[in-house]
């Protein structure tokens, strides 16, 4: 079956140490899409890839990267985690001209 | 600033009984518009789109949307305790941005 991939499902990671979560997709989607989301409220846009055209939204702090390096894979970096980027991080793609988006199934970060 | 309102609930319904969930939204070039279903500590599901004014049936899903009036609701008929969750409303605009925007999602919950 087609569908939206994450890895891991739950990391921990210590205060200030960079973690990397993936995304890939058998979909072959142009689209894809890094969200946040945290109790109670809606995904929040991150960044997203038209192709290879990257775009990152005006409030996304500094501290969060990504990368794609081919049409099936992303990657999200955070270099340096604080308290606050605890969140449920979630990807998702949708096809060229779409808007219907489909969603991996998170990747849960915990900060200590 | 497009907006996307949803009364965060909990609407809590009988088994058996009608759902029904309401958006509201700002933008009144919005064309398209989504349901997604989210579980706890899940990722988004999407269950409905619809495009044109009027209902739109799929199994025990209707959605119903009004765009003069900038409303979107779903109903969940014959109510199921498989069906609490928090559904979110999202809305696109064609032209420009193909990004949907996201509502914070009304909490059901169903009780047998």
């Known amino acids: 079956d087609a569908m939206v991939i994450q890895n891991p499902r739950y990391q921990v990671t210590q205060f200030g140490k960079p973690v990397t979560l993936s995304c890939s997709q058998t979909l072959n989607h142009n689209v894809m899409y890094w969200y946040q989301q945290k109790s109670s409220q809606a995904p929040k846009l991150l960044f997203h890839y038209y192709d290879k055209d990257f775009n990152n939204e005006a409030d996304t702090p500094d501290n969060f990267q990504s990368r794609r390096p081919n049409t099936s894979f992303c990657f999200l970096d955070i270099r340096s985690p604080g308290l606050g980027d605890a969140a449920m991080y979630l990807c998702?793609?949708?096809?060229?001209?779409?808007?219907?988006?489909?969603f991996g199934p998170g990747t849960r970060l915990t900060v200590t | 600033q497009k907006e996307v309102e949803q009364n965060s609930g909990p609407l809590s319904v009988p088994e058996g009984a009608i759902a029904s969930l309401n958006c509201t939204y700002s933008d009144r070039g919005s064309q398209s518009f989504f349901w997604y279903r989210q579980y706890s500590g899940k990722s988004p599901e999407l269950i409905m789109s619809?495009?044109?004014?009027g209902d739109k049936e799929d199994g025990r899903f209707t959605a119903q949307l009004n765009k003069a009036s900038q409303y979107v609701s779903l109903l969940i008929r014959d109510s199921q305790p498989s069906d609490s969750a928090t559904y979110l409303c999202?809305?696109?605009?064609?032209?420009?941005?193909?990004?949907?925007?996201f509502g914070r999602g009304t909490s059901l919950i169903v009780h047998p």
């Open positions: 999202a809305v696109a605009s064609s032209g420009g941005s193909y990004i949907p925007t």
């Open positions: 998702a793609t949708s096809g060229l001209g779409a808007y219907e988006q489909y």
């Open positions: 619809i495009y044109s004014n």
